[in-house]
């Protein structure tokens, strides 16, 4: 996830701070407390918010409206057993996967090991592995991959996920490589059939998407906006873009 400084505005900051070197320079994490008083720990990367979680026992519920969109993939027709996160961030929605839908094993990729870090001691991440990251029979459902995302899909075999999502950010820009039409041609090969390729995009509108939906329609049969507008951190323009082989029936999207 990336959301420039306006995008999240709490009323004010608590005492907790951290600051630890990344590959993308200072990633600060701090706790925010939001207008009616909830407290939010974030995560800060090159002039954006990366990653944002509850405290307590809200710890696995979305705090962005995009965390809680990209679960429209699951109001689709489509059977979901796998999914691929590039973009691991601090693991807010995996961790929200692990915790919600048992059925789901993910793979989440995230380039940066120190990221990883961050995610596992402030972020709850090891505590959501413990809680939910087994299946009844004992397997494990999280892989976590430190890689280039699309060295990753480059290496993938063929056929094995039923989404792929792409919230990787290079600060408050898209991962570039990530929609190079070549990497596309290697997302689409990796997704099994009907599979859907979702990407987390700043674009408030069509006309904002069109770079999004040009580099999609060229690899992808079908493209789609779904707006998923925030009305507890005013300002935000992240929404959503799927694409697929197939076309998707879900209420709310608009044509690209």
Do not use: W
Request: aromatic share 10%; with cysteine; charged share 20%.
């Amino acid at each position: 996830m990336a959301a420039s400084d306006s995008q999240l505005q709490p009323t004010d900051s608590l005492c907790e701070e951290y600051v630890y070197p990344t590959m993308f320079g200072p990633a600060e994490v701090f706790i925010l407390q939001t207008e009616d008083g909830t407290p939010v720990r974030v995560l800060y990367v090159a002039g954006g918010f990366q990653s944002a979680t509850y405290l307590g026992a809200q710890a696995y519920e979305p705090v962005f409206a995009y965390y809680r969109a990209l679960d429209c993939v699951f109001l689709t027709d489509r059977p979901i057993d796998r999914m691929l996160v590039i973009g691991g961030g601090a693991f807010s929605y995996p961790k929200h996967l692990l915790a919600s839908k048992p059925q789901v094993n993910i793979d989440v990729v995230e380039i940066d090991p120190a990221i990883v870090g961050i995610a596992r001691e402030h972020f709850f991440l090891d505590d959501a592995i413990r809680k939910y990251g087994t299946d009844q029979a004992g397997n494990t459902r999280l892989g976590i991959f430190v890689q280039d995302g699309a060295e990753y899909l480059a290496q993938s075999p063929g056929s094995i996920y039923d989404v792929i999502i792409n919230d990787s950010f290079d600060g408050v820009d898209p991962t570039a490589s990530l929609l190079s039409h070549a990497t596309l041609i290697e997302a689409k090969r990796a997704l099994r059939e009907g599979g859907i390729y979702l990407i987390n995009a700043i674009a408030q509108n069509k006309e904002e998407a069109a770079p999004f939906a040009q580099a999609l329609r060229k690899a992808f049969a079908h493209v789609y906006l779904y707006p998923c507008p925030d009305d507890d951190f005013a300002g935000s323009c992240n929404n959503l873009i799927l694409a697929s082989e197939h076309p998707i029936d879900l209420e709310g999207t608009i044509a690209l």
